[in-house]
């Protein structure tokens, strides 16, 4: 099958399809969305060798700069680690969050984020930063089916409880009914200028995203 670069405008939906590439603006700000456990660490690593365990925002060879919401997790286990997850995990999300809006102000070079993006605040919010800093918003939905992303939580070891990660299946069904992902006439636009939706077969065979400079 002959190589495929797709560069995203407004939504496209590429479930059960093929594609090697994907093209972005040199300062964009790419979010990978996702239920937990739909694979959006799992694509950070393998598309820009973040690694999951690193506790800082990674830096990669091209220029991007990686905000995984483990790295904060991880940078905060030192201090936290003996007490349950659950009490500290809005620390987490807090000290994810002044570091993606940190990066968008003042970071050189595309900015790739992990993010449920179930919340319309978060997603207004990020818009928000991005815009500040003259950036675009873009984002990759990765849409698994809920058993599968609690396989996805089982592997790596970290499952949401049952009632939290209900909460993320229903609000992220709503977001995909409005988008008309559902077979449902789209209704609510995303704050990004454009917005792509995988699979799990199509994201594993994206093989690089690549951003470059304006013509």
Not at 5 to 17: K, M, Q, Y
Not at 43 to 66: I, K, M, Q
Not at 67 to 86: E, F, K, M, Q, T
Not at 107 to 120: N, S
Request: with cysteine; hydrophobic share 45%.
């Amino acid at each position: 099958m002959p190589s495929r670069t797709v560069i995203p405008v407004s939504l496209l939906d590429l479930r059960a399809d093929h594609v090697d590439e994907l093209r972005y603006p040199a300062t964009a700000v790419l979010i990978f969305a996702g239920v937990p456990g739909a694979g959006k660490s799992t694509a950070l690593h393998r598309l820009f060798g973040a690694d999951p365990n690193a506790e800082l925002p990674v830096r990669t060879a091209a220029g991007a700069l990686v905000l995984d919401s483990n790295h904060a997790r991880n940078r905060l286990r030192h201090r936290l680690g003996r007490v349950p997850y659950p009490l500290w995990r809005p620390l987490v999300h807090l000290a994810h969050y002044r570091a993606i809006r940190a990066a968008l102000l003042v970071a050189d070079g595309p900015v790739a984020i992990h993010d449920c993006a179930t919340f319309a605040w978060s997603r207004r919010l990020i818009a928000r930063w991005a815009r500040s800093g003259e950036r675009e918003v873009h984002m990759v939905l990765i849409d698994v089916p809920a058993t599968q992303a609690r396989r996805g939580q089982i592997t790596r070891g970290r499952r949401v409880n049952t009632v939290a990660f209900g909460a993320h299946c229903r609000r992220w069904e709503r977001l995909m009914r409005d988008l008309g992902a559902r077979g449902t006439q789209p209704r609510t636009p995303l704050p990004a200028a454009s917005v792509v939706i995988v699979d799990r077969p199509t994201l594993t065979e994206i093989s690089r995203i690549a951003f470059t400079p304006a013509a």
